[in-house]
C-alpha cells in the first residue's frame, strides 16, 4: 500500500514504535489461584515467544508472532479492510504512549522472583496488622 494513502496517525505509529502490536498476540487469562495455576504459568513462559503480562490488574498470555499484513516499513498493507480489533486500537492504546508499564514475565525465574516479592509484601502487610489489631486490644 503507498504510504500516502494512509492517515498520518497510522504512519506516525509505525514510526514511533515500529508498529509493536501488530507483532503478537495477546488473550486474557485468570489470576492464579492455585499452585496447578501457578505451574501453568511457569509452562507459559517456558516456551520461545510466549510472555505473561499483568496490565491494569489483568492477566494475559501473549504469544509473539508478526501480522501476516504488517509490510517491511510496519505499515498495515490491508489497511482499508482490516480487522476490527485493529480498528477499535487507537493510539491511546499504543505501547509507546506514557501510561503505568506492564508486569511482564517472560521466564521462570521472573515470575518466581515476582511471587517472593509478592510473599514478603504480605507477610509485612499481615505483621503490620496483626501488631495494629494487639494496640487496640490493649487499648480498650
Known amino acids: 500500500m503507498i504510504k500516502?494513502?494512509?492517515?498520518?496517525?497510522?504512519?506516525?505509529?509505525?514510526?514511533?514504535?515500529?508498529a509493536v502490536c501488530c507483532k503478537y498476540v495477546t488473550v486474557k487469562i485468570d489470576a492464579p489461584r492455585t499452585n496447578c495455576d501457578f505451574d501453568e504459568i511457569r509452562w507459559f513462559v517456558s516456551h520461545e515467544g510466549v510472555t505473561v503480562i499483568i496490565?491494569?490488574?489483568l492477566w494475559y498470555v501473549q504469544f509473539d508472532?508478526?501480522?501476516?499484513?504488517?509490510?517491511?516499513?510496519n505499515l498495515c498493507s490491508n489497511y482499508e479492510n482490516r480487522f476490527d480489533v485493529c480498528?477499535?486500537?487507537g493510539m491511546d492504546n499504543?505501547?509507546?504512549s506514557d501510561g503505568e508499564p506492564p508486569v511482564v514475565f517472560?521466564?521462570?525465574?521472573?515470575?518466581?522472583?515476582?511471587?517472593?516479592?509478592?510473599?514478603?509484601?504480605?507477610?509485612?502487610?499481615?505483621?503490620?496488622?496483626?501488631?495494629?489489631?494487639?494496640?487496640?486490644?490493649?487499648?480498650?
Open 106 to 140: 517472560r521466564t521462570m525465574e521472573e515470575f518466581d522472583e515476582f511471587l517472593e516479592k509478592r510473599k514478603q509484601k504480605r507477610k509485612k502487610r499481615a505483621a503490620r496488622r496483626s501488631k495494629r489489631k494487639k494496640a487496640s486490644e490493649v487499648t480498650k
Open 4 to 18: 500516502k494513502k494512509l492517515p498520518k496517525e497510522l504512519r506516525v505509529c509505525a514510526e514511533k514504535c515500529g
Open 94 to 96: 499504543c505501547e509507546a
Open 65 to 73: 508472532t508478526r501480522c501476516k499484513f504488517l509490510d517491511g516499513s
Open 87 to 89: 480498528r477499535e486500537y
Open 55 to 57: 496490565e491494569s490488574r
